[in-house]
């Protein structure tokens, strides 16, 4: 059973250009969760997603970023003109429709902002 | 808002000593508090959940402990060795399937 696959691992963008980031569940899990994690910080919450549903975005900037879990495919965070302030690692996780709310992780994308 | 907090940014002890890490949350007691280790350049991966109305939980080596009056989670490990080196991460939620807030984690060294 394949845990949860996040690419790119990394990626390096320019002011300015667009990042997405892929992310696809456990088997069988349909809540995804995006988390960012600077350095020498926690992990902080962005959006909660489940199948073609955005559930909590409270965590997620208003400008520039947005997330989607479509019916078939990964869920995507897509972050437009990207700054200097957006590299960060980016970890997706997974938990089972039923469940005590343990999250399963992803080894995360590193984006690099030059 | 709640805050997760873990006083202790970094903490050294001797192999086959038993490290102790705290979590202390702010505000209304959580549902669930989780413990979480994270190796460098790798996502954290689960370890234990303890409820709101367990005392303990202990798993192998592990053993975590939930304090509603003193709104704290301490995080024991016994018989540490070097491969436990990482850093834990609390986290807490008010209900299942609600996004976790994370503290900022605490780096464990474990020295032979």
């Known amino acids: 059973n394949a845990g949860v696959m996040q690419n790119p691992r990394h990626l390096v963008r320019r002011r300015g250009q667009e990042a997405r980031l892929r992310c696809s569940p456990m088997?069988?899990?349909?809540?995804v969760y995006w988390y960012r994690q600077l350095p020498e910080e926690g992990l902080k919450f962005m959006v909660y997603?489940?199948?073609?549903?955005?559930?909590?975005e409270s965590g997620m900037p208003k400008e520039r970023f947005s997330a989607e879990f479509p019916k078939e495919g990964p869920s995507i965070l897509r972050i437009q003109q990207v700054v200097r302030g957006d590299s960060a690692a980016y970890f997706c996780?997974?938990?089972?429709?039923?469940?005590?709310?343990?999250?399963?992780f992803g080894e995360g994308s590193r984006l690099t902002v030059l | 808002s709640q805050k997760i907090e873990q006083n202790s940014e970094a903490l050294n002890i001797q192999e086959g000593k038993t490290a102790t890490l705290t979590c202390n949350y702010t505000?209304?007691?959580?549902?669930?508090l989780q413990w979480y280790r994270q190796d460098p350049g790798r996502g954290p991966v689960f370890l234990l959940l303890i409820r709101e109305n367990e005392k303990e939980k202990r798993k192998e080596r592990l053993k975590v402990t939930f304090d509603t009056t003193l709104k704290q989670s301490l995080f024991h490990i016994t018989a540490s060795q070097p491969a436990d080196s990482a850093t834990y991460l609390c986290?807490?939620?008010?209900?299942?399937?609600?996004?976790?807030?994370f503290g900022k984690g605490t780096r464990l060294s474990v020295i032979a």
């Open positions: 505000n209304y007691s959580p549902a669930y």
């Open positions: 997603l489940q199948k073609e549903n955005i559930i909590d």
């Open positions: 088997k069988g899990h349909s809540h």
């Open positions: 986290a807490e939620s008010p209900s299942g399937n609600t996004p976790l807030v």
């Open positions: 996780a997974s938990s089972p429709p039923s469940g005590d709310g343990e999250l399963f």
